[in-house]
């Protein structure tokens, strides 16, 4: 299997006036043709950071490094008219509120439109049409009146549906969702998600997952990256993760959610304290604050992401003492 | 046993104005006629999608904004008819916790002041103020010296216990929850989840505890209460609710909720409601869940279902789900 974006070491940090904020250090990873590449992670981990380096949205205060290499071409480096031709075009992105990320004043169908005009030679008409049957394709009933409506006229749903409808009208090969049904209710989630796994079997999208949500990744991802403090702490198949865990952050993230099914009235495990700031984070781990693992070693040094079995990194200095977490 | 607190048909509607001279053109029916028992020490769920109502439903009972019509009634008293002096003695015993730390708390006060006005209002003296704020800093996993700080330098977390202490302070019998978890992470989520069961053990409150997030409420309900456009669709123990669903919607929001466990959620199927919740300015006729139902007929556009009693669980559905029968076996039988 090819890799459709490779990433290599990829760090950002920000200027601030209380100092430098790293906030994505030396991330690592690839994607593969098809592939739905989960993100998961809390506040302020860097998922989302990440996605904008990516896309190269980020302001002058974020220095990026490293490199991104999509089809062939550097994303770390390329020129401002480079992304620009790749943006909506190679790419898409949809973001967690779709009221933010539509604007008001254009009716929805002419939005969409706009997106295979600035990116193709063809009539207004015929963007109009793509924007139509694309609309269709997301599953908007009455596609052809809905597209004269604006943005207020629809609702949550239909609105991220209207984003995907726009984020694939130029059918990329990577879309990046950026916690895509966050703000929406579970009945709707849970049509917004079927939308867009139709949509990626339909047209052979790679899908960047970027979510907190894990009762959504163990439904949707193939394979899955856990971020903690800006840094890759484990990542590797959905099955692994789940079942074969290996770091003591991941397993603590997976405990503390309620089940749907468990046992009752039992204390939730919890992780103790908060993430560390990451403008003065801790010498050694990471997560050694807060980890019941932890020993002395973890305080005092850095561990590195090691291979535990094909597909399967964690960054733990006592991976194998601790064995598999369950 | 007495409940904590009643509440009988409560109806609550906002006018929709429009034009030059604000006129009333129709009405947002928050609240349909709700009503409900919380008993003593007793956690009552209540669950539903936006604009179900559920948050409404909290406000009216404390009054913080008027209902229309309807009675509640704390430990027998009645809230709806006090005046403002009873009223006030009337919320010592209720007092609520809202979903947003951030905007909850006043940025320009020290902690102290925070947890410490209710007491003020309520007459305590200054001495006496701050050994009881310390007591209950303590009691939310904060330390007394926690509070000469402002809120701006505590995390999501922490301030939720700053919002918790607060409405502990006055020793209320019933504390109201709205959403008190969902702007957290899930770690800390865990944190406070485990705060509010160890507060409800060590001093017998009762809790109305309004979540969308099914698995949070299964996790600390003892009676969940479902609703959908301003009525409650389904009530009962929790156990019934979650394992054996007899309103088709309760059965679909269940299907609906994403499973943390890649086996069971990749191998269940699943029944995906079509559409959105209809406009509460605009109610479908009879039964309020009809448009989206997969089991509708049409005696449910003409007839409006009441909350009956069936096995011990309230449902109002003219066709409930018998026990051992699913949603999706229903559906595919009517279709």
Same mark, same amino acid.
């Given at each position: 299997m090819n890799a459709l974006l490779d990433v290599q070491n990829l760090s950002v940090s920000f200027r601030t006036e209380s100092g430098t904020v790293h906030a994505v250090k030396e991330v690592s990873f690839s994607a593969s043709k098809g592939e739905t590449l989960a993100m998961v992670g809390e506040t302020g981990c860097g998922k989302s950071v990440t996605a904008l380096a990516?896309?190269? %949205?980020?302001?002058?205060?974020?220095?990026?490094?490293?490199?991104?290499?999509?089809?062939?071409?550097?994303?770390?480096?390329?020129?401002?008219?480079?992304?620009?031709? @790749?943006?909506? =075009?190679?790419i898409g992105m949809i973001f967690q509120d779709p009221m933010t990320a539509l604007n008001p004043v254009f009716t929805v169908g002419d939005q969409i439109a706009e997106v295979v005009l600035v990116h193709r030679e063809i009539t207004k008409k015929a963007a109009r049409s793509v924007a139509v049957d694309m609309m269709d394709l997301v599953g908007i009933p009455d596609a052809r009146r809905r597209a004269t409506q604006y943005p207020h006229e629809f609702s949550g749903g239909m609105r991220q549906r209207a984003m995907i409808a726009m984020a694939i009208a130029n059918s990329p090969s990577l879309l990046i969702a950026d916690e895509p049904t966050t703000a929406l209710d579970v009945t709707v989630q849970a049509q917004v998600m079927e939308v867009l796994r139709n949509v990626q079997t339909a047209i052979g999208l790679t899908v960047l %997952?970027?979510?907190?949500?894990?009762?959504?990744?163990?439904?949707?991802?193939?394979?899955? /990256?856990?971020?903690? =403090?800006g840094q890759l702490v484990e990542s590797g198949e959905l099955n692994q993760i789940f079942y074969e865990t290996r770091n003591p952050y991941t397993r603590a993230l997976l405990d503390s959610i309620p089940s749907q099914l468990g046992d009752h009235g039992q204390d939730l495990h919890t992780i103790g304290g908060s993430p560390p700031s990451l403008l003065s984070p801790p010498r050694g781990c990471q997560f050694a604050p807060r980890c019941r693992y932890v020993v002395n070693q973890c305080i005092t040094d850095k561990p590195t992401l090691e291979s535990v079995s094909p597909g399967h990194l964690t960054r733990c200095l006592r991976v194998s003492e601790i064995g598999v977490l369950s | 046993m007495e409940p904590a607190l009643q509440?009988?048909?409560?109806?609550?509607?906002?006018?929709?104005?429009?034009?030059?001279?604000?006129?009333?053109?129709?009405?947002?029916?928050?609240?349909?006629?709700?009503?409900? $028992?919380?008993?003593?020490?007793?956690?009552?769920?209540?669950?539903?999608?936006?604009?179900?109502?559920?948050?409404?439903?909290?406000?009216?009972?404390?009054?913080?904004?008027?209902?229309?019509?309807?009675?509640?009634?704390l430990h027998g008293k009645n809230v709806r008819d006090a005046n403002s002096r009873e009223l006030r003695k009337l919320r010592k015993q209720m007092q609520i916790l809202f979903q947003d730390p951030y905007a909850s708390l006043n940025p320009r006060m020290p902690v102290n002041e925070i947890i410490g006005e209710p007491l003020a209002i309520h007459g305590v003296r200054r001495s006496e103020r701050r050994e009881q704020v310390a007591t209950i800093l303590r009691e939310v996993g904060l330390l007394p010296e926690h509070g000469n700080r402002y809120p701006h330098e505590f995390s999501g977390g922490q301030r939720q216990r700053i919002g918790i202490a607060r409405a502990l302070i006055l020793d209320p019998s019933v504390l109201i929850l709205d959403e008190p978890v969902s702007a957290l992470d899930v770690s800390i989520q865990a944190q406070i989840l485990n705060l509010?069961?160890?507060? /409800?053990? /060590?001093?017998?409150?009762?809790?109305?505890?309004?979540?969308?997030?099914?698995?949070?409420?299964?996790?600390?309900?003892?009676?969940?209460?479902?609703?959908?456009?301003?009525?409650?669709?389904?009530?009962?123990?929790?156990? /019934? @609710?979650?394992?054996?669903?007899?309103?088709p919607y309760t059965a679909s929001l269940l299907s609906a909720a994403p499973i943390a466990d890649p086996k069971s959620e990749r191998t269940r199927k699943r029944i995906i409601l079509q559409g959105d919740v209809p406009s509460p300015a605009n109610p479908p006729s009879g039964?309020?869940?009809?448009?989206?139902?997969p089991i509708a007929q049409v005696r449910?556009?003409?007839?409006?279902?009441?909350?009956?009693?069936? $096995?011990?669980?309230?449902? =109002?559905?003219?066709?409930?789900?018998?026990?051992?029968e699913s949603l999706l076996a229903r559906a595919s039988l009517s279709s």
């Open positions: 990516l896309m190269r %949205l980020l302001d002058r205060s974020a220095t990026i490094k490293g490199s991104a290499i999509f089809e062939g071409m550097d994303l770390v480096s390329a020129s401002e008219k480079e992304m620009r031709a @790749i943006r909506g =075009a190679k %997952l970027i979510t907190h949500d894990l009762g959504l990744v163990a439904g949707y991802a193939d394979r899955i /990256q856990v971020m903690y =403090a | 509440v009988e048909n409560l109806i609550a509607k906002y006018p929709i104005r429009t034009g030059f001279f604000r006129r009333t053109t129709g009405h947002v029916h928050a609240l349909n006629g709700v009503s409900f $028992d919380l008993m003593p020490n007793e956690t009552l769920g209540i669950v539903g999608e936006s604009g179900c109502g559920k948050t409404t439903l909290g406000r009216s009972i404390l009054r913080l904004t008027e209902p229309n019509s309807g009675l509640v009634l509010l069961k160890k507060i /409800q053990r /060590q001093k017998k409150i009762s809790m109305m505890f309004i979540a969308h997030d099914l698995s949070v409420v299964r996790h600390v309900s003892d009676r969940v209460a479902v609703m959908y456009l301003g009525r409650i669709m389904e009530i009962g123990e929790r156990v /019934q @609710i979650y394992g054996q669903p007899k309103h039964c309020e869940f009809r448009t989206r139902c449910c556009a003409e007839e409006r279902p009441p909350l009956r009693k069936i $096995d011990g669980v309230s449902v =109002a559905c003219h066709f409930p789900l018998r026990e051992g």
